[in-house]
């Protein structure tokens, strides 16, 4: 059984980081592109990061450019999500989720219209910036 398990999740202050972890079981992570969205409350799925199966390839929403950073160890079958200079905008509940195909990425940031979208995805972690 395939599952994706976030964690990291929490209450911080604004300005403040967080390093979110999806750890993956009944599946090698190493042969799929991963992506994190995040839902704010009252909004869609908002497409926030990806990878490609070895590392080498990321891209970022407009929205977190250069405040978190994406990464993987595939020894672990973990990805990860580095966020700092948080703010009350990222205020969501975060969710890890696979590619439906092998070494391919079949989803595209504009076209997420929900969790079904994905081969797979976690129970999601939430993440409150408040002072």
Do not use: H
């Not at 992506?35 to 080498?56: C, D, F, H, M």
């Not at 929403?61 to 990805?79: E, Q």
């Not at 509940?93 to 989803?107: E, I, S």
């Amino acid at each position: 059984q395939v599952q994706l398990v976030e964690s990291g999740g929490g209450l911080v202050q604004p300005g403040g980081s967080l390093r979110l972890s999806c750890a993956a079981s009944g599946v090698s992570l190493s042969a799929y592109w991963m992506y994190w969205v995040r839902q704010a409350p009252g909004k869609g799925l908002e497409w926030v990061s990806n990878i490609e199966p070895y590392g080498g390839i990321t891209a970022y929403a407009d929205s977190v450019r250069g405040r978190f950073t994406i990464s993987r160890d595939n020894t672990k079958n973990t990805m990860y999500l580095q966020m700092n200079s948080l703010t009350s905008e990222d205020t969501a509940v975060y969710y890890c989720a696979r590619d439906p195909r092998l070494f391919q990425r079949t989803v595209m940031p504009g076209r997420i219209i929900s969790l079904a979208d994905f081969g797979s995805w976690g129970q999601g972690t939430q993440v409150t910036v408040s002072s």
